[in-house]
């Protein structure tokens, strides 16, 4: 049996990750939409991955027998300056993610829930691994510059990230 506040958290976390996937799908667009192709299909990837953290969740949350309560989900936003712009603005995310999660992970030690501890500890080690892929990417973009042959290449080289 989880805590009330254990619950909340777990539900409003279960809130940030259907939001990250949704601000995931539009940068996904504008992505497309700039012919940024590549980029566009690994955020679109991304943002399936980042629909299934928020259903692991929700699948603890029947495990346990504590009630899903989905808030309202904020609006993301949808328009970018550049695809720097997309990827300094992921890497910014996955920070707040982490954050909330390491918030959970000490609520979950305080009240002494070592299930819930244990469970999270999945999302502690992705948000490490995809700290270091959004540093990464975004770094390159930095690296690389903004003329139209190093951005077509920086874009190869972030649909090659997704194995397709
Ligand atoms: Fe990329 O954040 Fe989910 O956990």
């Known amino acids: 049996m989880l805590s009330n506040e254990v619950i909340k958290k777990l539900n409003e976390q279960v809130a940030k990750e ?9 940068m996904s667009s ?3 939409t700039h012919r940024y192709d590549g980029a566009g299909l690994f955020l ?4 399936k991955e980042e629909s299934t953290h928020a259903t692991k969740l929700i699948s603890y ?10 808030e309202s989900i904020e609006k993301p936003e949808s328009n970018f300056k550049s ?8 890497y910014e995310h996955e920070l707040k993610i982490t ?8 609520l979950a030690l305080n009240v002494k829930d ?7 500890q999945w999302y502690v080690a992705e948000q490490h691994e995809e700290e270091t892929l959004f540093r990464g990417i975004k770094d390159k973009i930095s690296l690389a510059g903004n003329s139209d042959t190093s951005l ?13």
């Open 152 to 164: 077509y290449l920086i874009d190869e080289y972030i649909k090659g990230l997704t194995g397709k």
């Open 44 to 47: 679109f990837e991304h943002a």
């Open 30 to 32: 504008w992505c497309y």
């Open 18 to 26: 259907t939001y990250a996937s949704n601000l995931y799908f539009n």
């Open 83 to 90: 695809l720097l712009d997309v990827f300094e603005k992921t």
């Open 99 to 106: 954050k909330s999660i390491n918030e959970l992970v000490e």
């Open 114 to 120: 070592y299930s819930t501890f244990n469970f999270l």
């Open 61 to 70: 949350l029947n495990e346990t027998d504590s009630l899903l309560t989905i």
